[in-house]
C-alpha cells in the first residue's frame, strides 16, 4: 500500500498522540460539565474581555495558546458526538472587520456535548493548539479545552455560512514560509493563499453548493469534492495531481455530524455531485487537511460512472498488465478474491502476464515466521478460473520474514502470473530472497543468471522494502524481460498542506536508491544487449513527474507510458481528492509497440476490490 494506501485509524480518535511536548501539559481530557457537577473550569457567569475572532487571531497559532479564557460568547453551530474528538463549534455572530480572524472556535469536551446547536452559550477554559499529527507536519486546530459552559438561550439563528467557491478560493495554494520553514506563524493573507483562506475559515460555518465528487465514499464515511471548478479536471470528473508546484486549491473532505441526521451519508462515486447545499463548521484533520462537517447535505446525483474494459487484444500481441491487490492472503472473504479475478478476465481480458503487488503470506497478518504464498496465490488462480479467465501459472520468490515491509506478518512480494497457452517462463535456477540476479551472454545470448530472481535484495536501498522481481519469458519464440516493482511507500512524508512549506518528502530518498539500481540493472541488459525487451512494471509509489521516475528512465532505458496518454487520463489512485499516478509501466527503447492502458475500475469508485486501478500494455516483441 501507499501513502498513500496504508490502513488508517478511524477518524477522530486519536486525541491524545503525536501531541508536541510543549502543548500535552495545556491539553486535558475532560467530560463536558453538566449541571450541579464540578467542572474542570468553573462556568461562567458573565462574558469575558475575548472574544472568538480574538482567540483565533491573525496567524495559525492563538496569541492566547496556553492561556486561560473566560466567558468567550458564541452560538453552538455544530456537535460532534463520535470518537474521542468530542465537542461543538460556537460561532460569534457579531464579526471583526478583519477577514484574517476566524470567529468559530471548536471546544474539545471529551465526552458527548450537553449543549444544542443554536444554543448561546460563554465558554471558559484554556486555550490548546492540537496538531493530529505533530510529527507529519500537520498544521493545528486552535481549540478551547478543559471547558466550563454555561448557556444563556436556545433556538438562537445561526451566522450564516460562508461560501467557499471559485470566486474567493485563491489560485495560490500555500504561503512562503518563515526562516524556520514554518507557516505557523506567518500572518494569513486569505485572499492570496488557499490555505490561508481555509486557516481564516477555521471553526465558523461554510458551504458549497452544486460540487462534484472527486473522491468517491470511504469506509469512514467521507468523501472529496471540488470547490473550485477551475482545478484540472479528468477525463471522468476527478482532479489531476500534475505538479508539486501547483496543488489543486478547491480540494475539501466532507464528514457529517454526529449524531447521524435523517439521511444517510451519501455513497458517491467520483463525478457524481452534491446538489444544492453542503454546510457545516469548516474543520482541520490529519487525514484531509480542511473538512467541511456537514450539518446539511446536499443531495446525490448520481452520474453513473462505469468501470473501464480495455481494448480487445490481437493474437499477435503479448498483454501484460500491473495490479496491486491490496494485502490479498488467504482469511479475505471470498467475495474480495472474485472481485479482483473478474477485474482481470473482464476487464483486463485476461492478460498473457499479470505482475501483483501485495501478495501475502499464507497466514496474512499472522507473525509467526509464514513466508510461502503458494495457498494465496492458489486461491486467486482458482478465483480467475472460476471467472472465466485461464489456467494461469505463477513464479515468485519468497522474501525473508519481516524484511519487506508493508503489513507486519504479512511478508507482501510481487507475483508473476502468466497463461502458458500463450507464453512461457523461462525457469533459470538460483534465485531466491538474497541472491542477486545478474545478466549473462551478449546479443540474443543475453539472459538472467537466475528467474525469476530479486535485484539487489541486500543492497541498503531495499531495507524494509520490497525487492524488484525480475522473470525471463518467451511469447513466439521472443524473448521479454518483466521486473515487477513496488517500491518504498510515503508513509512518514509531510502532506501538502504541512504547516512546512515546501513539505519535506522524506520517503523519496529511498525511492530515487531504488530506482537508481534498476536503472543501472536495466542499463547492464541493454548493454549485452541493445535490442532487449523489457517491460518494468509495478506500483512505484511515486508520481510521473518525480525525482525517483526520472532517475528510473535516465540515459532513456526506459520509458514511462503514462506520459504518452492524454493528460486528463494520467491516474491511477485517489488520495485526498487528487486523483494521481503511482502505478507505471516502463518499456525499453526496442519495445516501440506499445498500446498502454489505465484502467479505472476501483480507486475512483465506494466499492473497491482494490485501492489502486490496475493497467495493462499490449506489445509486439
Avoid at 50 to 55: A, G, K
Avoid at 227 to 233: E, G, L, S
Avoid at 459 to 475: C, M, N, Y
Wanted: glycine share 10%; no cysteine; net charge negative.
Amino acid at each position: 500500500m501507499t501513502t498513500a494506501s496504508a490502513p488508517r485509524p478511524r477518524r477522530a480518535l486519536l486525541r491524545a498522540a503525536l501531541i508536541p511536548a510543549s502543548l500535552a501539559a495545556s491539553l486535558v481530557l475532560v467530560p463536558l460539565p453538566v449541571a450541579n457537577a464540578a467542572a474542570a473550569t468553573p462556568a461562567p457567569t458573565e462574558a469575558g474581555p475575548l472574544r472568538i475572532h480574538d482567540v483565533q487571531g491573525g496567524t495559525r497559532i492563538s496569541p492566547q495558546a496556553g492561556k486561560p479564557v473566560t466567558g468567550v460568547p458564541g452560538i453552538v453551530t455544530g456537535l460532534r458526538a463520535y470518537g474521542s474528538s468530542k465537542g461543538f463549534w460556537i460561532q460569534d455572530p457579531n464579526p471583526d472587520a478583519d477577514p484574517a480572524t476566524s470567529e468559530g472556535v471548536f471546544v474539545f469536551t471529551g465526552g458527548n456535548p450537553t449543549v444544542k446547536v443554536g444554543d448561546s452559550v460563554l465558554v471558559s477554559g484554556k486555550v490548546t493548539e492540537y496538531y493530529p499529527n505533530f510529527g507529519g507536519g500537520s498544521q493545528s486546530l486552535t481549540e478551547i479545552t478543559a471547558p466550563g459552559i454555561t448557556v444563556l438561550s436556545a433556538g438562537n439563528p445561526l451566522p450564516a455560512p460562508v461560501t467557499v467557491d471559485t470566486r474567493n478560493i485563491p489560485g495560490t495554494y500555500a504561503p512562503p514560509a518563515a526562516a524556520d520553514g514554518s507557516i505557523d506563524a506567518v500572518a494569513l493573507n486569505p485572499e492570496k493563499y488557499a490555505l490561508d483562506f481555509y486557516e481564516s475559515l477555521e471553526g465558523m460555518l461554510v458551504q458549497v453548493k452544486d460540487v462534484r465528487v472527486i473522491q468517491a465514499t470511504d469506509k469512514y464515511n467521507e468523501l472529496w469534492v471540488a470547490a473550485d471548478k477551475q482545478d484540472q479536471r479528468s477525463k471522468r470528473g476527478g482532479v489531476l495531481y500534475e505538479s508539486y508546484r501547483e496543488p489543486n486549491v478547491g480540494r475539501l473532505m466532507i464528514q457529517q455530524q454526529a449524531p447521524v441526521g435523517q439521511q444517510p451519508f451519501p455513497v458517491a462515486n467520483v463525478g457524481d455531485e452534491l446538489t444544492g447545499t453542503t454546510a457545516g463548521p469548516l474543520d482541520y484533520n490529519n487525514f484531509g487537511g480542511y473538512t467541511l462537517v456537514a450539518g446539511t447535505m446536499g443531495a446525490l446525483k448520481d452520474n453513473h460512472l462505469q468501470r473501464e474494459v480495455t481494448a480487445q487484444p490481437a493474437d499477435r500481441e503479448l498483454t501484460l498488465a500491473t495490479y496491486n491487490v491490496e494485502n490479498l492472503a488467504p482469511g479475505n472473504p471470498d467475495a474480495k478474491f472474485a472481485e479482483l479475478a473478474q477485474g482481470v478476465v473482464t476487464n483486463l481480458r485476461s492478460p498473457d502476464i499479470v505482475a501483483l503487488e501485495e501478495i501475502q503470506d499464507d497466514n496474512g497478518a499472522t507473525n509467526d515466521g509464514t513466508v510461502d504464498a503458494s495457498r494465496t496465490v492458489a486461491k486467486f488462480v482458482a478465483a480467475i478460473k472460476a471467472a472465466g479467465g485461464p489456467a494461469y501459472d505463477w513464479r515468485s520468490v519468497d522474501p525473508q520474514d519481516g524484511k519487506d515491509g508493508g503489513e507486519p506478518g504479512g511478508n507482501i512480494r510481487q507475483v508473476f502470473l502468466f497463461n502458458p497457452q500463450r507464453v512461457s517462463f523461462t525457469d533459470i535456477p538460483g534465485g531466491d530472497a538474497t541472491t542477486a540476479v545478474g545478466v549473462t551472454g551478449t546479443g540474443a545470448n543475453t539472459a538472467l543468471t537466475a528467474s525469476p530472481g530479486r535485484i539487489e535484495p541486500n543492497d541498503e536501498a531495499w531495507t524494509t522494502s520490497r525487492k524488484p522481481l525480475v522473470g525471463q519469458f518467451s511469447f513466439r519464440g521472443k524473448k521479454v524481460f518483466v521486473i515487477a516493482n513496488h517500491f518504498n511507500s510515503k508513509g512518514g512524508d509531510q502532506g501538502i498542506d504541512s504547516r512546512f512549506q515546501q513539505p519535506t518528502r522524506g520517503s523519496e530518498v529511498q525511492r530515487i536508491k531504488q530506482a537508481t539500481i534498476e536503472q543501472a540493472f536495466v542499463a547492464k541488459l541493454l548493454a549485452a544487449d541493445r535490442e532487449a525487451k523489457v517491460v518494468s512494471l509495478g506500483d512505484f509509489n511515486d508520481y510521473q513527474f518525480s525525482p525517483a521516475l526520472a532517475a528510473l528512465t535516465k540515459d532513456g532505458v526506459l520509458r514511462d507510458l503514462v506520459n504518452e496518454l492524454p493528460e486528463t487520463e494520467q491516474y491511477s489512485y485517489v488520495y485526498q481528492g487528487n486523483s494521481q499516478v503511482l502505478d507505471h509501466i516502463l518499456v525499453s527503447p526496442e519495445v516501440g509497440y506499445a498500446k498502454y492502458d489505465v484502467v479505472h475500475i476501483n480507486a475512483e469508485f465506494a466499492q473497491q476490490a482494490s485501492d489502486h486501478d490496475p493497467q495493462v500494455v499490449r506489445i509486439k516483441p
